[in-house]
């Protein structure tokens, strides 16, 4: 896997993730949790106001899954996916978006159709293998917000501060789909809540680093919570927990 970045310059799209950056504190926060809780919503605003990076794991596995689409490779082949690890270059810039070989590809990865083969692309051991190995070297040396389904468990064990944020899926597949009809993706309530079902499963009962509070994590049920109430929570665990933070 090339990793895509200029390790050594700052002005890089990458943010220079390979320099050491000064630092009185390090914090690592993970955010886990099932499909369309809103973890990115969350992760994003809670990373601005600690001024820290944000890192979308889910995105790079979207990332992928289009690869795979557009190769013309049947998802649910295991070994004609993994085989084409070589081939894919995925960069998550510092504003946001996703770049696959150097195309912008932030609007096609959410496509449903992308969202319906993820999980079997993401339940490839050597696939996640590449694509956590490129997490962990994103993360670097710096303080990040990072959000998936292994991040406590598996990517970033030493994190400072582990979240497990769920809601029911009902609630999920309603904030999904009024997510995706804002963006002018077409979808009905129904498909989006069978989507999610099938994920969920998928992700939970893979073998390898599958979707699981850590032992120490945190759990916040978001159902009956606004953004908002969900960053704050967040906010004050930090503050009791590691207290101001330098980035
Ligand atoms: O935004 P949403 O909750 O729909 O999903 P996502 O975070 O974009 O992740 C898409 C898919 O990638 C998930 O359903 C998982 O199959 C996979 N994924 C994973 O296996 N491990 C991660 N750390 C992040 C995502």
Same mark, same amino acid.
């Given at each position: 896997?090339?990793?895509?970045?200029?390790?050594?310059?700052?002005?890089?799209?990458?943010?220079?993730?390979?320099?050491?950056?000064?630092?009185?504190?390090?914090?690592?926060?993970a955010i886990d949790?099932?499909?369309?809780?809103?973890k990115?919503?969350?992760?994003?605003?809670?990373?601005?106001?600690?001024?820290?990076?944000?890192i979308d794991t889910g995105?790079?596995y979207?990332?992928? %899954?289009?690869? #795979?689409?557009?190769? *013309?490779? !049947?998802?649910?082949?295991?070994?004609?996916?993994?085989?084409?690890?070589? =081939? &894919?270059?995925?960069?998550?810039?510092? %504003?946001?978006? #996703?770049?696959?070989? *150097?195309? !912008?590809?932030?609007?096609?990865?959410?496509?449903?159709?992308?969202?319906? =083969? &993820?999980?079997?692309?993401?339940?490839?051991?050597?696939?996640?293998?590449?694509?956590?190995?490129?997490q962990?070297?994103?993360?670097?040396?710096?303080?990040?917000?990072m959000d998936g389904r292994d991040i406590?468990?598996?990517v970033?064990?030493?994190?400072?501060?582990?979240?497990?944020?769920?809601?029911?899926?009902?609630?999920?597949?309603?904030?999904?789909?009024?997510?995706?009809?804002?963006?002018?993706?077409?979808?009905?309530?129904?498909?989006?809540?069978?989507?999610?079902?099938?994920?969920?499963?998928?992700?939970?009962?893979?073998?390898?680093?599958?979707?699981?509070?850590?032992?120490?994590?945190?759990?916040?049920?978001?159902?009956?919570?606004?953004?908002?109430?969900?960053?704050?929570?967040?906010?004050?665990?930090?503050?009791?927990?590691?207290?101001?933070?330098?980035?």
């Amino acid at each position: 896997m090339d990793y895509g970045c200029d390790r050594d310059n700052p002005t890089h799209p990458c943010g220079g993730f390979g320099i050491l950056w000064k630092m009185k504190n390090k914090l690592i926060l993970a955010i886990d949790g099932p499909a369309a809780a809103g973890k990115s919503t969350v992760a994003k605003l809670v990373a601005k106001k600690l001024n820290i990076t944000y890192i979308d794991t889910g995105a790079m596995y979207r990332a992928f %899954t289009l690869f #795979v689409m557009q190769k *013309g490779v !049947d998802p649910q082949q295991q070994l004609l996916c993994e085989a084409l690890i070589p =081939q &894919v270059k995925i960069l998550l810039a510092p %504003t946001g978006e #996703v770049y696959l070989n *150097g195309q !912008d590809v932030s609007k096609e990865i959410r496509d449903p159709k992308v969202s319906s =083969q &993820v999980s079997y692309i993401a339940s490839y051991k050597a696939i996640r293998l590449a694509l956590v190995d490129l997490q962990r070297h994103m993360a670097g040396n710096q303080s990040v917000v990072m959000d998936g389904r292994d991040i406590g468990t598996y990517v970033l064990p030493e994190a400072n501060i582990k979240i497990f944020q769920i809601a029911s899926v009902e609630t999920r597949a309603v904030r999904r789909y009024e997510e995706n009809l804002s963006k002018g993706i077409t979808c009905t309530l129904e498909s989006v809540e069978e989507d999610l079902r099938h994920r969920d499963y998928i992700d939970s009962h893979r073998d390898f680093a599958p979707l699981k509070p850590a032992n120490d994590s945190i759990l916040i049920d978001t159902s009956f919570m606004t953004v908002h109430e969900v960053v704050e929570r967040i906010l004050e665990i930090v503050h009791k927990k590691v207290g101001t933070i330098h980035a």
